[in-house]
């Protein structure tokens, strides 16, 4: 982001899924976005200052509350999206059975249905996951149950971290979009109208 005449890299502490939604209408993409580690695109040159921005900002865009620290670990890095990711662009699946309440996520994404790797997964995730699906999250499982030999998909993230307050599972914070990671148990959920 641009400040104080400079472009920084943006500390990631405290950086939430509203920000994110700020930080890409402010460059508009107006389908909101996910965060991840920095380290997802490259790794930050240590010489680089951070730009932290305060807890108690509401728009980190224009925040007067934010100072320039040392250090490249803990940046952060987004992805902003060009296209409506709403509750079609979500499933469970059930040996192949698409329009199940229970089973292994998938999650289309440019075009293609891919996979949830279980990094991290957890009740919160599914809690948001259910809710885009217009039901209640019921617990988070296993995918591997749900699977059919003909499982085929691609994995398309890891490591998803929601807070609970996240609209769509896609503003999660996650480990960045279409990684190759293995091995990859997949994720699944329970969901209940």
């Known amino acids: ?7 920084r890299y943006v500390q990631k502490e ?38 932290k921005i305060k807890a108690e900002c509401l728009n980190p865009i224009n925040c007067s509350k934010s100072e320039i620290v040392d250090g490249s670990s803990d940046a952060i ?19 192949n059975i698409t329009d199940s309440k229970e089973g292994y996520v998938e999650l289309l994404y440019r075009n293609e249905w891919g996979t949830v790797c279980n990094k991290d997964w957890d009740s919160t995730d599914v809690k948001v996951l259910c809710q885009m699906m ?3 999250g019921n617990g988070a499982e296993d995918g591997t149950p749900y699977l059919s030999n003909s499982v085929t998909a691609k ?11 996240e609209k769509s599972i896609f503003e999660c914070e996650n480990k960045g979009w279409n990684k ?6 997949k994720s699944g959920a329970k969901c209940k109208p």
């Open 77 to 95: 890095g987004i992805t902003c999206y060009t296209e409506i990711l709403n509750s079609s662009n979500v499933r469970l699946v059930n040996k």
């Open 134 to 136: 217009n039901m209640q």
């Open 14 to 51: 405290k950086w939430n899924s509203a920000w994110t939604r700020t930080a890409c209408e402010s460059m508009h993409f107006n389908y909101g976005g996910s965060w991840h580690e920095n380290s997802v695109f490259g790794v930050v040159p240590s010489e680089l200052k951070l730009w």
């Open 180 to 185: 190759t990671i293995s091995p990859c148990l």
């Open 1 to 7: 982001m641009f400040f104080k005449n400079q472009w």
């Open 155 to 165: 994995v398309w993230t890891d490591g998803v971290k929601c807070t609970g307050n």
